[in-house]
């Protein structure tokens, strides 16, 4: 189930909830569709899109939810392998963590054809 993220307008604590599928997500969480029932009545927390988040090494990521640029780990290579030339081979801008930067759907298609991978989810 993903997770997504909101941050409440009255204290602007980030909470984290899960939803079975994208549907389900309101744009506004409240006391009615609050899953954990943990919002109280008149209190509002809305989602947040974009945002930055520590990941399990401290770091802080960029957390993107449907939104292009993306980086993708399924493409990463070891920061140590990262240079000119395999960001030229590729083509693609790839970031300290050695995720490629993908632009768009079109720029993600065009890289997974040179980089010879399948994405079983209709990128050929």
């Known amino acids: 189930m993903p997770l997504y993220e909101f941050r409440r307008d009255d204290t602007g604590e980030v909470i984290e909830r899960f939803f079975k599928t994208w549907r389900n997500v309101p744009?506004?969480?409240?006391?009615?569709?609050?899953p954990k029932k943990e919002l109280t009545r008149g209190v509002r927390a809305t989602r947040i899109l974009s945002g930055t988040r520590k990941d399990r090494y401290g770091r802080g990521?960029?957390?993107?939810?449907?939104k292009w640029p993306i980086h993708s780990q399924a493409l990463a290579y070891h920061p140590s392998q990262v240079n000119r030339k395999l960001k030229e081979h590729i083509g693609a801008d790839i970031d300290a963590d050695g995720c490629p930067i993908l632009e768009n759907p079109q720029h993600r298609r065009k890289?997974?054809?040179r980089v010879g991978a399948v994405d079983r989810s209709g990128f050929d």
């Open 111 to 113: 890289v997974l054809r």
């Open 61 to 66: 990521r960029q957390v993107l939810y449907g």
């Open 27 to 34: 744009r506004v969480l409240t006391s009615r569709n609050d």
